[in-house]
């Protein structure tokens, strides 16, 4: 069993719609959970991080955590095309090392 | 600023030669990684280094070895190259091993074994 696991899609929803990408880990020690946007060919770009359980907001993104569960999700309102790329799930374990697990990514196709 | 620095952004090896990834933060940031992601794999941690004098290895270290050069600098190995090594390298840092914060990724090195 992976550490992060992601479904790799594509997940396509039209343009408006809400697209939920869903992540699961094993290591229930975990203490932070990222979600990073990667467009074709650059680097991974910070969205949204929580540590606690329940929802957080900003924007257009709503990341929600559920430790008992060992799930994390990404809910993108209004979704845009601008907003199709590759989303990873990246979780820090517990330990002091600082190191990010990333799942496979999830691709997101928004369609006009 | 220029965040993280990684050079080459493109090399072309042939199997058994070596070379030397270099990357670069000014952020003064304590911790710094080597990902490589594969299609349809992610991101995968190599090596890593929590703080300046200390490296760990990562879930994919073989055929691999990393350097701190100093706080700023981490450069990564490859002795003996293998098309299997053939990949999208990725450095990056973040300010504290042990807290939370953003994990900082440089532009990509990509590398390919023939």
């Known amino acids: 069993q992976k550490e992060v696991e992601q479904n790799s899609g594509p997940l396509s929803v039209p343009e408006g719609a809400i697209a939920s990408l869903n992540c699961t880990y094993s290591?229930?020690?975990?203490?932070?959970f990222f979600w990073y946007r990667q467009y074709s060919g650059k680097s991974p770009e910070l969205i949204m991080f929580?540590?606690?359980?329940g929802d957080k907001e900003d924007g257009r993104f709503t990341a929600q955590l559920n430790k008992a569960s060992q799930y994390v999700s990404l809910l993108i309102r209004d979704s845009q095309p601008s907003d199709s790329a590759t989303y990873l799930c990246a979780v820090k374990g517990s330990g002091n090392t600082g190191k990010l697990i990333f799942g496979q990514g999830t691709t997101l196709q928004v369609k006009p | 600023n220029a965040g993280v620095t990684q050079t080459p952004k493109f090399q072309v090896l042939k199997t058994g030669q070596s070379m030397t990834l270099q990357c670069a933060q000014d952020?003064?940031?304590?911790?710094m990684y080597w990902y490589r992601q594969d299609p349809g794999m992610g991101l995968r941690l190599i090596y890593y280094s929590a703080s300046e004098g200390t490296t760990d290895k990562g879930e994919v270290p073989n055929g691999y070895n990393v350097s701190r050069l100093n706080k700023r600098e981490f450069s990564l190995r490859l002795e003996s190259a293998a098309p299997s090594q053939t990949s999208v390298y990725f450095c990056?840092?973040?300010?504290?091993?042990?807290?939370?914060?953003?994990?900082?990724f440089g532009e990509g090195s990509r590398l390919t074994v023939l």
């Open positions: 290591d229930r020690g975990s203490q932070s």
């Open positions: 929580i540590y606690s359980n």
């Open positions: 952020m003064n940031h304590n911790s």
């Open positions: 990056a840092s973040r300010w504290l091993a042990g807290g939370g914060g953003e994990l900082f």
